[in-house]
Nanobody, 115 residues
């Protein structure tokens, strides 16, 4: 069994920054892709960013230049540094980790950008 535990969400003013973390534990042989999705009220879940074991990354156009994804393979942890946050970034953020070919999900952490 694999567990993903997220932390770092909260309330921030527009223009502010937050860093999300997600640590995987349990029956892990090798983690392939890791990343973050988000879901705002009334909207579909969308990919925010992903990162491969070698470090190659992919970002949604809406966050390019503002968000940075990174990972620590030794700690089985993925991070999302979010800068210049906007109200439209408000959502529940979910981390995921693909172990072998199976995607595993965190419980979600709320990010609210509001003045």
């Amino acid at each position: 069994q694999v567990q993903l535990v997220e932390s770092g969400g909260g309330l921030v003013q527009p223009g502010g920054s937050l860093t999300l973390s997600c640590a995987a534990s349990g029956s892990i042989f090798r983690i392939n892709a890791m990343g973050w999705y988000r879901q705002a009220p009334g909207k579909q879940r969308e990919l925010v960013a992903s990162i491969m074991p070698g470090g190659s990354t992919n970002y949604a156009d809406s966050v390019k230049g503002r968000f940075t994804i990174s990972r620590d393979n030794a700690k089985n942890t993925v991070y999302l540094q979010m800068n210049s946050l906007k109200p439209e970034d408000t959502a529940v953020y979910y981390c995921y980790a693909v172990i072998r070919t199976v995607p595993n999900w965190g419980q979600g952490t709320q990010v609210t950008v509001s003045s």
